[in-house]
C-alpha cells in the first residue's frame, strides 16, 4: 500500500504564497516528493487555508482558484460530528488545541500515517499516525 499522507493548513498557505520565496519554494520542493503518495486534507483545512489568504488581502477570484486547485490535487476528508467526538478524547489525552485535534482525527479516520505540520510536537506518534515537521 502506497504512503497515506496528511497535510496541515500551514504548508498549503506557504505553497500559495509568495511573502517568503525561501519557505515558498522550499514547500513547492516538500510537496513534488508527495506525488507519488495518497495525502489526504480535511474540510477544516480547506476553511483554514481560505481564510489565511483572505487575510493576505488577495482577491476572493484569486481564493476561489486555489482552493479549487488543491481541493482537485488532493483527497479530502469531511469533518463529521464523529471527527468532532474524537477530537475532544485526542484533545484530552495528547494535550492539544481542539483545532489541531481535530486535524489529527481527521488523519487517523484517513488512515494516514503521517501528518505533515509545523503546529504540532514533531515525532509526535498518536495511535498509528506519527506528526512531522517538514521543514526541520
Known sequence: ????????????????????????????????????????????????????????????????????????IYNSSIITVETIKKSWNLRRVYNLSYWDSLIVASA???RCEVLYTEDMQDKLVINTLTIKNPFL
Open 1 to 72: 500500500m502506497r504512503d497515506r499522507i496528511f497535510l496541515d493548513s500551514n504548508i498549503l498557505i506557504y505553497s500559495s504564497l509568495q511573502d517568503d520565496k525561501g519557505k515558498h519554494n522550499e514547500t513547492l520542493n516538500f510537496l513534488e516528493k508527495l506525488k507519488d503518495k495518497i495525502v489526504f486534507i480535511s474540510t477544516q483545512v480547506i476553511n483554514e487555508v481560505y481564510v489565511a489568504l483572505l487575510k493576505h488581502e488577495l482577491k476572493n477570484e484569486d481564493i476561489q482558484n486555489i482552493v479549487l486547485k488543491i481541493i482537485d
Open 108 to 110: 487517523l479516520e484517513s
